[in-house]
């Protein structure tokens, strides 16, 4: 593939530009050398591979070849019914008494939301509080407070502290480096 060096416009052969018409440099041809056949090798008398060569049947070989095309008479299999199956009757499902399958039996017991300060899993870094890691930016695996922890209109205390980013619009704390874009997101006082 030629690249031309101008317009960059790539294309198999010739030694001017199609698109802009920038004479392209073209590789010169190595001259025709004389290449002396070795004494050593043995010639090849046919050449091209289209003569024939004289090759006999031997006598203790069996003649397995078979013609062209069908030779053979199309016969037809009086057991076989090519036109659809035999109805099949209703199975009988039976449920196998001794396959386990892998429950355990339900005691009641939950595992309990992390409360407190979280180790990110990440970075190792521990963190009071917020729903992103201030150190990686990370998720931490923390639960988002309920319904009833929420105040007026339904928006968490925390959702009222954090701030659109002026780049990117993301929700980011104040004072905190953007996850998204990297921008530090500073707090405007009133």
Request: contains cysteine; negative net charge.
């Amino acid at each position: 593939m030629i690249i031309c060096p101008v317009c960059e416009h790539p294309q198999a052969q010739g030694d001017e530009c199609d698109n802009c018409g920038k004479k392209l440099q073209v590789a010169k041809i190595a001259a025709a050398v004389a290449v002396p056949t070795l004494a050593e090798l043995e010639q090849t008398h046919h050449m091209g591979g289209r003569v024939a060569v004289d090759a006999p049947v031997m006598a203790e070989l069996d003649h397995t070849r078979q013609q062209a095309g069908p030779d053979l008479p199309a016969q037809s299999v009086q057991d076989l019914e090519v036109t659809r199956m035999a109805p099949v009757d209703k199975v009988s499902v039976e449920a196998v008494p001794e396959l386990d399958t892998g429950r355990a039996v339900d005691d009641g017991v939950r595992t309990a939301a992390p409360t407190g300060a979280v180790v990110c899993r990440y970075c190792r870094n521990v963190q009071a509080e917020g729903m992103v890691c201030d150190k990686c930016g990370m998720r931490l695996p923390r639960v988002r407070p309920t319904a009833a922890a929420k105040g007026p209109g339904g928006v968490s205390e925390e959702d009222l502290t954090w701030l659109p980013c002026k780049k990117c619009r993301t929700p980011t704390r104040p004072n905190k480096i953007c996850t998204v874009c990297g921008t530090r997101v500073v707090a405007v006082d009133a």
